[in-house]
């Protein structure tokens, strides 16, 4: 059996693990928040609708992507390891990451610029597809049952400060140069930054260990309890020839719970990290200022509160963690938009316990690995994350913003109808055998 303490190993593990998620994030966001920069950059403005038809695309060729690099990692990594699947997906990001960077732009070499830049995005964006997941399993394999819960958190956390390090950097590049210095050289210096960063971080990340439990499916141990679909199956429908049986072995005993705490994790950080000052500013009155520091509160609080519940998970069942944190995250919705109705005096308040709350994200990949054998985890968890990633921040900015136009609650009414999903998930995962299991372990 595994070591069940906390020692060094696994805290320098969990250190690493947090920077590479806030490499990853990092790339990602620099693109979303540049996306007007690079347009004027690399795409031709000869006719507006060309010139958006080509973002578009390209957003959506990128979220295509992301899927199949989800699948593509996530099936390397359980057939050849987990540390070689998160040296290809960093070493990948890493690489592309500095090569936007690099890349000329379409006033230097034509039409070219756009192909190379739509390469270089599409390679990134399947190299993230494959990243996030990698990181999760790694990290649950290699640490202490009763301590992934906290490492979980810790990396969900780092990954929200690589959105604030953006926003950082962009406001001090805006504010020390002009519109032609940025143009001429102030976008590259991001994804240069990124992208270096990515490759300093593959000495720590080459010297970390392989999981324990890879390579020895059928010897999981307890201490990192698992849930097989065919033995759930069997124990709803222990016919194996039945047609529910097989309905049930193959989609939905525990795809239901890995979709749905996925949808859950991914929505509350595209809301609350990213598109909560568009959305308020969309349906109700607020200050420039004021939903910027906003909006920098949420998220400060809400890497706070990916901590604490992650602390929880591992105290007390993770069911037990997401439907209290889910009401409490329901209470926390009504109460922000309720006070931003009457007038948002006290708005800055409101700001911070909704994203406190807002980081019970970080019960999602702790419940969200645990379904799933060893054998194939990685596929698994890849391809759920890197889909669902696609759907909820490709279409949910423009979905959203256009609701919030006419039914200016939307937000709230989609974020309670999310929550109380998950809430409803988590009285299900209760009685999986993995839960059981960790109630064991306590």
């Not at 500095?98 to 964006?125: E, N, R, Y």
């Not at 900015?397 to 999903?421: D, E």
Request: aromatic share 12%.
């Amino acid at each position: 059996m595994p070591n069940t303490t906390l020692n060094s190993a696994h805290v320098f593990l969990v250190c690493i693990a947090s920077m590479v998620a806030g490499v990853g994030f990092f790339g990602v966001m620099t693109f979303l928040y540049m996306t007007d920069v690079l347009g004027k950059l690399f795409f031709s403005q000869d006719k507006d609708w060309v010139y958006h038809l080509q973002i578009i695309g390209l957003f959506i060729i990128s979220y295509v992507a992301m899927p199949l690099g989800g699948f593509l990692i996530g099936r390397y990594g359980d057939t050849h390891g987990r540390r070689p699947a998160l040296i290809i997906s960093l070493l990948m990001m890493a690489i592309c990451t500095l090569i936007m960077g690099f890349l000329p732009t379409i006033a230097q070499v034509g039409m070219m610029a756009p192909l190379l830049f739509i390469i270089a995005k599409l390679a990134q964006s399947m190299a993230f597809g494959g990243l996030i997941p990698t990181l999760w399993v790694f990290v649950s394999e290699h640490l202490p049952s009763r301590y992934v819960g906290l490492g979980l958190g810790v990396v969900s956390a780092i990954s929200l400060m690589a959105i604030l390090v953006v926003l950082g950097l962009i406001f001090i590049l805006e504010s020390q140069m002009t519109q032609e210095q940025i143009l001429q050289i102030g976008w590259r210096i991001p994804f240069i930054v990124g992208g270096i960063l990515g490759l300093i971080l593959l000495m720590p990340v080459y010297r970390l260990d392989e999981t324990p439990a890879f390579g020895k499916p059928e010897h999981t141990p307890i201490d990192t309890p698992t849930l097989s679909i065919h033995t759930f199956a069997k124990q709803i429908h222990p016919k194996k020839d039945g047609l529910f049986y097989r309905f049930i072995s193959q989609h939905l005993a525990v795809l239901l719970p890995a979709i749905t705490l996925s949808w859950l994790s991914i929505s509350l950080m595209v809301i609350i990290a990213l598109l909560l000052p568009n959305l308020i500013n969309a349906g109700f009155v607020l200050s420039e200022s004021i939903l910027r520091l906003g909006n920098i509160i949420s998220i400060v609080f809400m890497m706070i509160g990916c901590v604490f519940y992650g602390f929880m998970v591992d105290y007390t069942n993770a069911s037990k963690v997401m439907s209290l944190g889910g009401l409490f995250f329901i209470l926390q919705t009504m109460l922000f938009f309720g006070h931003l109705s009457s007038g948002g005096g006290l708005i800055l308040i409101f700001f911070a316990l909704l994203g406190f709350s807002g980081g019970i994200i970080a019960t999602a990949p702790v419940v969200v690995v645990r379904l799933f054998d060893v054998s194939s985890r990685l596929t698994y968890v890849g391809m759920i994350y890197a889909i669902v990633y696609a759907l909820v921040s490709g279409a949910l900015p423009f979905v959203l913003g256009y609701a919030t136009f006419h039914v200016r609650l939307a937000p709230a009414l989609y974020l309670a109808l999310v929550v109380i999903t998950a809430v409803f998930i988590s009285f299900y995962v209760y009685h999986l055998p993995s839960a059981q299991a960790e109630k064991r372990l306590e």
